[in-house]
C-alpha cells in the first residue's frame, strides 16, 4: 500500500464499456490505475482521454494467462458481456471467466490483496422466482449457447468463495443485472445499444419474440458507484451481493420509450427469440441498501437521454471522450445519501 490512502489498482476489462468508466471513478478518488485488457471486445476509444494520466497505466493481456504485477486490489471485470460476443467464441468466454479467475485470484493470494468479481444476474439464469434475491440458487441451462457465460460466472463465483474459506482471502462478489450507459460500443449488440442505433438511423427496432419478456436496467454512474461502495465495505462481507435497477420494462415499452425519445419514425419488427432468453428479470436491491448504502439514482428517462446524447454524438463524430467521463454527478449521489440516511 502507498503511504497515503490511495491505492495501486488493477482493472482488468478496463478498456470495456463498465471497466473505463470505472478506471475514470478510481482515478478521480486519487488511486492509481493499471488497466488490463487483451481489447476482445474493449475499445482504445474507452481509454484513449486516459492515456496521458499520470497515475494510468495500460497493459494488453489476456487474463487466461498468468499475471505478475503488483498491486493493493483487483477488480476482475475482464469478459464479453453481450450475448452476442460472448457466444462467438464459447470456449474463450468460460477460459476467460474460469482461468481468468483462477488467475486473478493466485495474483491476489500472492499479493494478498482484496479482490472483486463482476458476477451477473445471469448466474440466476431463466428465474423461477421474482424479483431475484441473493439466497436464490438460480435456474440455468448447462448445455445451451449461453451456458459458457452463465456457468463460467458460476464457476468463478465457486472459485472466489473457495479462496475465501481456504485460503483466507479478502473477496466481493456483485451480482450485475443489465447496465447501460455511454461507451456501450454501438454494435455491441445488447438491447440499449440496439435500439438506439437503430432509431437513430431511421431503421426497424428489432424486438426479439414477442418483447414481453423483461429486463431492469441500472444506469452506469450508479453501477460504478456500488462497485466501489462493495470494495469499501468491511471485510466480513463479501456478498454475493445484486446491484442493479428494481424497475422493470418489457422490451417492447423500451422500443417504444426510445422511439419517442429519439423523435424517431422508425417501426419496431419481431424477430425470433434467442434460446434461453430469460423471461423476466429484476434485482431484489435489499441486501445492497443495507449493507453498501446503495440503491440507484439514475431513472430510465434521465439515464436513456444521456446515452442517447452520447450516441448521437458519435454518429456525428462529436464525441470527446473527456466530455463523457465522468458521469458520476457529485449531487445524485448526494441526493441518495439524503434519501438513505436522511
Ligand atoms: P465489455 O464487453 O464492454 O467489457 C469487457 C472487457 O473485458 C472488454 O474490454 C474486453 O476486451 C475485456 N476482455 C474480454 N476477455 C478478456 C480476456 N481474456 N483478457 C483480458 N480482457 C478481456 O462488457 P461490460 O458490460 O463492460 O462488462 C464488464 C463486466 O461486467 C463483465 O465481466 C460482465 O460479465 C459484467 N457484467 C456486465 C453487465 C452489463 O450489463 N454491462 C451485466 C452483468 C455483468
Ligand atoms: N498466478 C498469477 N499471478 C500470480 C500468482 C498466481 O497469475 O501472481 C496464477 C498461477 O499461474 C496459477 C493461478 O494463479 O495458475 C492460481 O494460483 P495459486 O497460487 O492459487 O494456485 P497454484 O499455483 O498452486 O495452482
Ligand atoms: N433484445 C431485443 N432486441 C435486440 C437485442 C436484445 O429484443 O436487438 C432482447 C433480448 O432478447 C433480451 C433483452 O432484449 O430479452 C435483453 O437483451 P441483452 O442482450 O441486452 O441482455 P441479456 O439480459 O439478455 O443478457
Not at 66 to 87: F, K
Not at 174 to 190: L, Q, V, W
Not at 200 to 211: F, I, S
Request: charged fraction near 20%; hydrophobic fraction near 35%.
Amino acid at each position: 500500500m502507498k503511504e497515503n490512502d490511495s491505492k495501486r489498482i488493477l482493472v482488468t476489462g478496463g478498456a470495456g464499456f463498465l471497466g473505463s468508466h470505472l478506471c475514470d471513478y478510481l482515478l478521480a478518488k486519487g488511486h492509481d490505475v493499471l488497466c488490463v485488457d487483451n481489447f476482445y471486445t474493449g475499445s482504445k476509444r474507452n481509454i484513449a482521454h486516459l492515456l496521458v494520466h499520470p497515475r494510468f497505466e495500460l497493459l494488453r493481456h489476456d487474463v487466461t494467462f498468468p499475471l505478475y504485477v503488483e498491486v493493493d486490489e483487483i477488480y476482475n471485470l475482464a469478459c464479453p458481456a453481450s450475448p452476442v460476443h460472448y457466444q462467438n467464441d464459447p470456449v474463450q468466454t468460460t477460459k476467460t471467466s474460469v482461468h481468468g479467475a483462477l488467475n486473478m485470484l493466485g495474483l491476489a493470494k500472492r499479493l494478498k490483496a482484496k479482490i472483486l468479481q463482476a458476477s451477473t444476474s445471469e448466474v440466476y439464469g431463466d428465474p423461477q422466482i421474482h424479483p431475484q434475491d441473493e439466497c436464490y440458487w438460480g435456474h440455468v441451462n448447462p448445455i445451451g449457447l449461453r451456458s459458457c457465460y452463465d456457468e463460467g460466472k458460476r464457476c468463478a463465483e465457486t472459485l472466489f468463495m473457495d479462496y475465501r474459506r481456504q485460503h483466507k482471502l479478502s473477496v466481493k462478489i456483485a451480482r450485475i443485472f443489465n447496465t447501460y450507459g455511454p461507451r456501450m460500443h454501438p454494435n455491441d449488440g445488447r438491447v440499449v445499444s440496439n435500439f438506439i442505433m437503430q432509431a437513430l438511423a431511421g431503421q426497424p427496432l428489432t424486438v426479439y419474440g414477442d418483447g414481453a419478456q423483461t429486463r431492469s436496467f441500472c444506469y452506469v454512474g450508479d453501477l460504478i458507484d456500488g462497485l466501489y461502495r462493495l470494495m469499501e465495505s468491511p471485510d466480513g462481507f463479501c456478498g454475493p451481493v445484486n446491484l442493479g435497477n428494481p424497475v422493470e420494462h418489457t422490451m417492447v415499452e423500451l422500443a417504444e420509450r426510445v422511439i419517442a425519445m429519439c423523435g424517431s419514425g422508425s417501426d419496431i419488427v419481431f424477430q425470433p427469440l434467442p434460446s434461453d432468453d430469460p423471461v423476466r428479470r429484476r434485482p431484489d436491491i435489499a441486501l445492497a441498501r443495507d449493507m453498501l448504502g446503495w440503491e440507484p439514482a439514475v431513472g430510465l428517462a434521465d439515464g436513456l437521454e444521456r446515452t442517447i446524447d452520447y450516441f448521437r454524438r458519435l454518429q456525428g463524430g462529436g464525441v470527446q471522450e473527456e466530455e463523457t467521463a465522468p458521469p458520476y454527478l457529485p449531487q445524485e449521489h448526494a441526493m441518495q445519501e439524503q434519501r438513505l440516511h436522511g
